[in-house]
């Protein structure tokens, strides 16, 4: 695509946080993206479907929607991740190429980018009209806003999720378990472990693998950097 920057693909995961784009508004408005883009766009979002939904339906029948709401969240975030951002780009086609870099492989190329671990608004606001049209044709206005609102807080716990396994040092077991999770999945077995808010979907789905334990004539290699497959 012409108006990408060059990214040949490096040998191991980089440091750093390359450039993205050739154009300079859309390198610096479009592809760089912190948590509090994300938590001022959709928190107001999720926030008013979900008070909409506790005025619409009996207290017991909104909480029951907005759970089914975020385990949607979690399904279709473990979905993506593995069948889309996963998807292996036919190897002749530039343009698959580059859409693949642009929806993942950057963050597997450069895995500690802060400005490139949580999704553009751009993107989400795409997504949730996607989802968000079909749920209020399915499920009718009075049930949307308790679901919507799940599905939104799912998706900020998705994006504050990621940022903080690679970013903020866990203090709880659970943290410390959802962080090796996640960074077995960039640096060991990116072809596993595709969940990122819960393991749930891997362990319903098999691809929850327990990481392979060195033979005891096999020294580690502690020093050798793994490459993250995109």
Not at 68 to 74: A, E, N, R, S
Not at 106 to 132: E, T
Not at 182 to 204: A, C, K, N, S, Y
Request: proline letters at 12%; hydrophobic letters at 45%; charged letters at 15%.
């Amino acid at each position: 695509m012409f108006f990408l920057a060059p990214h040949p693909v490096p040998e191991t995961p980089q440091p750093g946080s390359p450039r993205m784009f050739r154009v300079a508004w859309i390198e610096r408005y479009l592809s760089r993206v912190r948590p509090w883009h994300v938590v001022t766009v959709w928190a107001p979002v999720s926030l008013y479907c979900l008070w909409r939904g506790v005025h619409a339906l009996p207290p017991l029948g909104a909480l029951g929607l907005t759970f089914v709401g975020v385990l949607t969240w979690t399904l279709l975030e473990y979905t993506l991740h593995r069948f889309l951002f996963h998807l292996a780009p036919n190897p002749r086609s530039e343009l698959q190429q580059d859409l693949h870099f642009l929806l993942h492989r950057v963050h597997h190329d450069y895995p500690m980018d802060p400005d490139r671990l949580v999704m553009p608004p751009i993107i989400s606001v795409l997504l949730a009209v996607l989802i968000g049209l079909p749920s209020w044709l399915l499920l009718g206005p009075l049930h949307f806003w308790s679901f919507f609102g799940g599905l939104t807080a799912g998706y900020l716990w998705y994006d504050l999720t990621h940022y903080a396994t690679h970013h903020v040092k866990p203090r709880t077991a659970l943290g410390r378990a959802q962080k090796a999770h996640h960074m077995l999945h960039h640096f060991q077995t990116p072809e596993l472990r595709f969940g990122i808010t819960t393991p749930l979907w891997d362990w319903v789905f098999g691809t929850h693998a327990l990481p392979k334990q060195p033979k005891p004539d096999e020294a580690p290699e502690r020093d050798k950097p793994l490459r993250a497959t995109p």
